[in-house]
């Protein structure tokens, strides 16, 4: 079955570097995009950018040059790495499949997401 | 980037009552919006896509609605394993947005 789960850091320094790793099983990264998106405690969820199943990836102007995502298709692996961290990047960070229904493209498996602090 | 309205941010409801929340999208996304349920703790949960498909799983009591820029979500007969946050995303353009969210509380 599809699954999805992100490890990574519980505490982060400020202006450090976070890294997440998104493990996935029951489909292909070649064939599936993967996607992060974070929630910040007690507030919405944020769409942060897109590994495509082609090897591409798209990031939320939001995040500027700071957010960086990449794969290692042999391990079913996505990686995301943000740097120059600050306090309200304190957020809970999902992975999500972005799953095809015709029509459209839609998260359809999420992961259960690594809650991260960021501390001064 | 177009951005998702979402109201009412709370809402409260008695067992049995049918409850709407609506999302306005800042421009029309040719009904490409899905609606999740997010329980305390968990990751959001897919239950409605491209406005009106109940994904598998979901119950019947739940339905959605829209066209252009305006959209609607609905719970009929609210039991209390709806009581969760409900968030609209639009996926007719990148960056894909969300709603602010909507908590569903019990009267």
């Known amino acids: 079955q599809v699954q999805l789960k992100e490890t990574g850091p519980d505490l982060v320094q400020l202006t450090q570097t976070l890294s997440i790793t998104c493990t996935v099983s029951?489909?292909?990264?070649?064939?599936?995009?993967v996607h992060w998106v974070r929630q910040p405690p007690g507030k919405g969820l944020e769409w942060m950018g897109a590994m495509w199943n082609g090897g591409g990836t798209d990031y939320n102007s939001a995040f500027k040059s700071r957010l960086s995502i990449s794969r290692d298709t042999s391990k079913s692996q996505v990686f995301l790495k943000m740097n120059s961290l600050q306090t309200d990047d304190t957020a809970k960070y999902f992975c999500?499949?972005?799953?095809?229904?015709?029509?459209?493209?839609?998260?359809?498996?999420w992961g259960p997401g690594t809650m991260v602090t960021v501390s001064s | 980037d177009i951005q998702m309205t979402q109201s009412p941010p709370s809402l409260s409801a008695s067992l049995g009552d049918k409850v709407t929340i609506t999302c306005q999208a800042s421009q029309n996304i040719n009904k490409y919006i899905a609606w999740y349920q997010q329980k305390p703790g968990k990751a959001p949960r897919l239950l409605i896509r491209?406005?009106?498909t109940l994904e598998s799983g979901t119950p019947s009591r739940f339905s959605g609605s829209g066209s252009g820029r305006d959209y609607s979500f609905s719970i009929s007969n609210v039991e209390s394993e709806d009581i969760a946050s409900y968030y609209c995303l639009q996926y007719d353009n990148l960056p894909y947005t969300f709603g602010a969210g909507t908590k569903l509380e019990l009267k």
């Open positions: 999500a499949r972005l799953g095809y229904g015709s029509p459209g493209w839609y998260f359809d498996f």
């Open positions: 029951g489909f292909s990264l070649t064939t599936y995009n």
């Open positions: 491209y406005t009106s």
